[in-house]
């Protein structure tokens, strides 16, 4: 794993075992995947080809435009490897107010690195306490203003519950991976005219960025999502 990214205070602390609800029960733990089984298998080679593929550590870039992170949390669920997604609150002036999305968020002064930032970010969303990540997923930079937004995968030895904050997230579910890779969940968004892929999560639809980065993942795992798009 890339702990070089993570510094000491905040690399696996355990978290709090907490109830789980029904087909969601397992072994507790710190992070890291217990499982037996071949749902443990596909997440353990999962897991593999995330870290045979990601970059060494990389030192997060200098503050030049905004920065943010978001989180790519793999969990071993009953059927199948599930993923945290969250749908964000609907607020006026936010662009991605109602949007599905992974947990995250922009840099704070404190974060000494973008893993960091995921890691604080997931905590403060969805009460998900993470250990150090697998290793870096994606990296968007910003087209008409300098940023840069980088995704980081990391894994929990169950699904555990996730508690929004209801200023910042309406919902959080975990989602099975055959979801996502099951053609009769792709769909699509109109948006300014143009009409953009998507794959139907919970009735609603993941598309944009979020999509285009677990585009990227399904690639380094060998996925081909709902959309038909590696």
Do not use: K
């Amino acid at each position: 794993m890339a702990t070089e990214d993570v510094p000491p205070e905040h690399r696996a602390s355990p978290p709090p075992d907490r109830d789980l609800p029904p087909g969601h029960d397992g072994p507790t733990g710190p992070t890291g995947p217990t499982a037996t089984g071949p749902v443990a298998d596909r997440l353990a080679a999962v897991t593999a080809r995330v870290v045979a593929a990601s970059p060494a550590p990389e030192r997060t870039p200098t503050r030049a435009g905004w920065q943010a992170a978001t989180a790519l949390v793999l969990a071993p669920g009953r059927e199948d490897v599930e993923v945290a997604i969250i749908e964000r609150s609907e607020r006026a002036g936010d662009r991605w107010s109602g949007q599905l999305a992974l947990p995250g968020g922009r840099r704070a002064d404190e974060d000494a690195t973008l893993a960091v930032t995921a890691v604080r970010e997931t905590r403060e969303e969805v009460g998900l306490h993470l250990g150090a990540p697998l290793g870096r997923i994606d990296e968007h930079r910003g087209r008409l203003r300098p940023g840069v937004v980088a995704c980081y995968a990391f894994v929990l030895d169950r699904p555990r519950v996730m508690l929004p904050e209801p200023g910042e997230v309406a919902n959080a579910w975990w989602v099975p991976l055959h979801s996502l890779t099951d053609p009769a969940n792709a769909t699509s968004v109109r948006y300014s005219g143009i009409r953009f892929p998507a794959i139907d999560v919970h009735g609603r639809a993941l598309w944009g960025l979020t999509l285009r980065t677990l585009e990227r993942f399904a690639a380094l795992v060998e996925l081909e999502l709902a959309t038909g798009r590696p």
